[in-house]
């Protein structure tokens, strides 16, 4: 009898098992340095994250490149790993971070196909959602350890020419205690996009300031930086608060969780007000529990049977 068919399929099962072992060998490296290079990064920033104008570990970057803009958040959390790893992904969770952002109207997410958040913001927190434009971004856990979370948003396109839209969250355990954050948060513009910019700024936004002091003033107060570079820093600090305050409220029983949510969002905003001030508390808490219970609705009513 002739083996020689079944020695080549099992040499082949053996071959495949073998690239299969070696893939997954290269992706275990490649997050364990991952995790190296995010706390290699704590290290370095060890100086900024102790003494600052926060007054707590957050340090703050911005980039404008041309067209491409981008916001970085570090920053050390009081929660053990534990929790910052599973709060921080599954795309249910992430609607309800960033359903926190006064602009963000709407944030639905779907497993059809692919992984996909559909998020609708505004250009001023009180235009309706009829007036909000949606972005679909991919969802996707890039690396999920004990000691370290990737995950990755990722869209196309987007409102008034912008595109190629980045957000990127790290976190890898300090401690039992802690863990560090970094929030990324980037797009580009084209030339349709870098008009509907220039004319924000001249118009609505040109006294909004970002978190970069750039220069002092006689008297010593600071200078912060504006433009495109103050917008991306003050949209991404407003993400990262969104990340704090789910994972703050996240212990608590679910029908606690909703309100002191936007407790913190709010109260996190006003330690900022130069930058971030733009509503009062009760009002700012009202227009969301609207626009979630919306979207609650909204979600019921399009199941089947709903």
């Known amino acids: 009898m002739n083996n ?7 040499l082949a099962l053996c071959r495949l098992g073998a690239a299969l ?11 364990a340095q991952d995790a190296t290079a995010l706390r290699a990064r704590h290290a370095a920033l060890q100086s900024s994250l102790s003494s600052n104008a926060y007054n707590r570990p957050i340090h703050i970057e911005s980039m404008h490149d041309a067209g491409d803009l981008r916001g970085d958040v570090y920053a050390v959390v009081p929660q053990a790993f534990a929790v910052v790893g599973p709060a921080l992904q599954g795309m249910p969770h992430w609607c309800d971070i960033l359903m926190l952002h006064l602009d963000v109207k709407m944030c639905r997410w779907s497993h059809a196909g692919a992984d996909t958040l559909t998020v609708a913001t505004a250009r001023k927190y009180d235009q309706p959602l009829e007036s909000a434009n949606a972005v679909e971004f991919g969802y996707r856990v890039v690396a999920s350890t004990p000691d370290y979370l990737r995950v990755q948003l990722h869209a196309d396109a987007g409102p008034m020419g912008t595109h190629d839209y980045h957000i990127v969250l790290e976190a890898v355990a300090l401690d039992a205690k802690t863990s560090f954050i970094h929030l990324s948060y980037a797009y580009s513009q084209g030339f349709g996009g870098r008009i509907a910019m220039e004319a924000y700024l001249s118009t609505l936004g040109r006294n909004k300031v970002g978190f970069t002091v750039v220069d002092h003033k006689a008297d010593g107060q600071p200078v912060y930086i504006g433009n495109v570079r103050g917008l991306v820093e003050r949209n991404c600090m407003r993400y990262f608060l969104a990340i704090e305050s789910y994972l703050i409220a996240y212990p608590l029983p679910p029908a606690e969780q909703l309100e002191r949510r936007l407790r913190e969002w709010h109260a996190g905003t ?37």
């Open 4 to 10: 020689t068919p079944a020695r080549s399929l099992h």
């Open 21 to 31: 072992l070696c893939l997954s060998l290269a992706a275990q490296a490649a997050r």
């Open 270 to 306: 006003e330690r900022y007000p130069v930058q971030l001030h733009e509503m009062e508390r009760e009002a700012y808490m009202a227009m969301k529990r609207r626009e979630i219970q919306h979207q609650q609705m909204t979600a019921k009513d399009a199941k089947p049977g709903g």
